[in-house]
């Protein structure tokens, strides 16, 4: 393929890094960065060997480092001059199908896989592997498929099989909620605060109380004022 051109036209994950630089991932097409300055663009390609396709997720730290994960090979930390790289996958990490990432204020880098979640320290030296309350590794119980850091550093995560977990990873306390309604699938969840949490699931837009311990359903319904 054109090594200075974007590689695939079906696009996953796209973000603007603090350079000025339009970062874009895409299914089958690897990673690419697009100068919106001087109109070119650069298939990462050429420089990182394929290592990743399928791209599920893009973040950027605030020196500059870049992760970008994959749904079926492994985690890539590319370097701030963009020239290396760091490679992180299985054993180290619990499985190669990763579906989000977030960063911590204390530079923590959390990995959210289909068996379990991921912690990378701050000095990358070590990784950790932690399983989900209840779950069973290989299997659905043990997948986390969304995850978000709130404002006092909680970690909120969405599971494949609708559940909602709140990670105080500090005391390594999980608080886990099994809801009154089927959200099917959570594929993202956003903190509104320490106590709210909206829920993207399968089955539709969900609000989650954490005080009052419940989910209420916002899907469409003409009989309803909420929706």
């Known amino acids: 393929s054109d090594l ?16 000025g630089i339009l970062w874009i991932g895409s299914w089958g097409g690897y990673v690419c960065k697009l100068d919106l300055y001087a109109s ?22 605030p020196d500059g480092t870049i992760w970008a994960s994959s749904y079926n090979e492994d985690l890539v930390e590319i370097s701030p001059n963009k020239k290396s790289y760091r490679v992180y996958g299985v054993p180290r990490l619990s499985n190669i199908l990763i579906n989000t990432l977030n960063r911590t204020k204390d530079g923590t880098i959390w990995v959210a896989s289909c068996d379990g979640l991921n912690k990378i320290s701050p000095d990358r030296k070590k990784v950790t592997i932690i399983d989900m309350p209840n779950g069973v590794k290989g299997k659905l119980s043990n997948s986390v498929s969304s995850l978000y850091v709130d404002s006092s550093d909680n970690i909120w995560m969405g599971a494949d099989v609708g559940k909602v977990f709140i990670y105080d990873y500090k005391h390594n306390h999980f608080e886990t909620f099994e809801g009154n309604v089927n959200t099917g699938f959570i594929n993202d969840i956003y903190a509104e605060n320490n ?24 899907n469409y319904s003409p009989k309803s004022n909420a929706s």
């Open 195 to 218: 106590n709210v949490a909206w829920l993207a699931g399968a089955n539709g837009l969900f609000k989650f109380d954490r005080e009052q311990q419940k989910i209420l359903n916002y």
């Open 4 to 19: 200075n051109s974007i590689t695939n036209n079906t696009m996953l994950r796209v973000f603007l890094d603090n350079t």
């Open 40 to 61: 070119h663009v650069y298939n990462l390609d050429n420089v990182f060997f394929n290592l990743l396709n399928n791209i599920s997720y893009l973040l950027q730290e």
